[in-house]
């Protein structure tokens, strides 16, 4: 579904159809990642104002069994969506035959599907089917879900997420078209692990033919069981968007591997955090960088664990979840998610923040001045406590440079009867 910059006006009286009425302008604005709404200029509060979106295009897409869809354009207009999907139905683009997919089948209880569709080609000169111009399943003989989709100006299409299938697709380095040995062509445990993925033109300059150019697992051991690494973002950085893709992709989520540098995921020798800090079969964060031009373990160019190991007393254990991540221009990865983790005294028993609220009463509102020592990764924070309904923190955090300094905070909490649920929303920057 693709939607036009709304029209904005106030109606002359008399007049609902906006003849001789006064335009506002405006347009539309991003509230989250899922929700939609408008941006409004100045207008006269005591008129009515109408808010006219105009539907530019829109189509079904799928076999019945879709989920998780992911969507993303490119600067000619065309639209990509990736999801999961358990439908041996789903369309593919039997119009190109000389683009064929990569596969054709659905392999296993649920794979990945990704799709192109070019909205331009509308009739008479062309049947609505010419508009899927590339579809495909992509994954294993198990469950694969989808967290992230991404696509840069050379049409190239990252998909990251986990998977349980032994078997997913990974790229096989023949020697020709670019393709790209993986990281890791096989779970390095059984269970569900994390996965990255790149579909690319085997010519760019002659957009002949998708190939699966580069696509590794994501995955990490566990003595005490077996690991389950999660993958819930995927960015590709700002110079992957321009003139000249480097095949940078950013991947988040969480992880109970407790993996050495040595193996290069979770973390690797360029870690901020080259250890995890949780107990036995809890979750970590992670990020990692890859380099989808580079083979085996050179294209990990860095990797971290990123989280605490104190839990509230109060706690349901693993309950950290990943969230979302971002790119700026300097190659800085901003990572969020959820964790129950105190920070502790001294702060490195905890989540590695420079602040963050814990042990607040929410019985009495009482302040509580936090003093904490900035560590030398850390170059500035900008804080934001919000209490939401189950009693939790909002903590956003920049991680970047090399600076000391010392901190005090102080907090407010709720004049209200139940007690502090423990867990904090984290955001957090990563200099890489």
């Known amino acids: 579904m693709r939607f036009r910059a709304p029209r904005i006006y106030q109606p002359a009286s008399g007049n609902a159809s906006g003849n001789g009425g006064n335009a ?7 509230l989250a990642g899922n929700k939609i709404g408008f941006a409004i200029g100045d207008y006269d509060h005591s008129r009515e104002l109408v808010i006219d979106p105009v539907l530019s295009y829109s ?5 019945g069994g879709e989920s998780l869809a992911q969507v993303a354009v490119d600067t000619a207009g065309n639209i990509y969506v990736a999801g999961s999907t358990t439908s041996a139905n789903f369309p593919l683009n039997t119009q190109y035959p000389n683009n064929p997919p990569y596969q054709s089948t659905l392999n296993g209880t649920q794979n990945i599907f990704i799709a192109v569709i070019n909205p331009t080609l509308q009739p008479p000169l062309y049947i609505p089917a010419q508009q899927l111009v590339y579809a495909t399943y992509l994954g294993g003989s198990g469950t694969d879900s989808l967290a992230g989709l991404a696509v840069d100006n050379l049409q190239s299409i990252y998909v990251a997420g986990s998977t349980d299938s032994p078997n997913f ?9 670019g393709v790209v040995a993986p990281f890791q062509s096989a779970p390095s445990q059984p269970g569900t692990h994390g996965f990255l993925s790149k579909l690319a033109f085997s010519n760019p300059l002659n957009s002949a033919v998708y190939e699966l150019a ?3 697992y994501l995955s990490g051991t ?9 993958v819930t973002g995927v960015a590709i950085d700002s110079t992957a968007e321009g003139t000249a893709p480097d095949g940078n992709a950013y991947v988040t989520g969480t992880t109970t591997s407790t993996n050495l540098v040595g193996d290069f995921f979770p973390a690797n020798p360029n870690g901020f955090q080259q250890q995890s800090n949780a107990a036995a079969g809890q979750p970590q964060f992670f990020a990692t960088l890859i380099d989808t031009d580079l083979p085996g373990t050179s294209g990990v160019t860095y990797s971290t664990y990123f ?3 104190v839990f509230a007393p109060d706690a349901v254990i693993g309950a950290n979840v990943g969230g979302g991540i971002a790119v700026d221009s300097s190659g800085n990865m901003y990572i969020t998610g959820t964790t129950n983790m105190l920070p502790g005294r001294p702060l490195r028993r905890g989540v590695p923040a420079l602040q963050c609220a814990a042990g607040l009463s929410r019985r009495t509102g009482q302040r509580r001045q936090l003093s904490k020592d900035e560590p030398d990764q850390y170059r500035r924070v900008h804080r934001r406590d919000q209490p939401d309904l189950a009693g939790s923190q909002s903590v956003v955090l920049h991680l970047c440079g090399r600076q000391r300094r010392r901190y005090g ?7 209200q ?12 920057g990563l200099g890489v």
């Open 59 to 63: 189509t079904y897409l799928g076999g």
């Open 307 to 309: 989280g605490g190991g």
């Open 417 to 428: 009867r139940q007690r502090l649920c423990h867990r904090f929303d984290l955001f957090a």
């Open 169 to 177: 697709p990974v790229s096989v380095n023949s020697g020709a078209n």
């Open 214 to 216: 580069y696509s590794t």
């Open 222 to 230: 566990n003595a005490a069981a077996n690991a389950v690494d999660l």
């Open 24 to 30: 506002i302008t405006g347009g539309f604005r991003q």
């Open 409 to 415: 905070q102080r907090h407010r909490g709720g004049h």
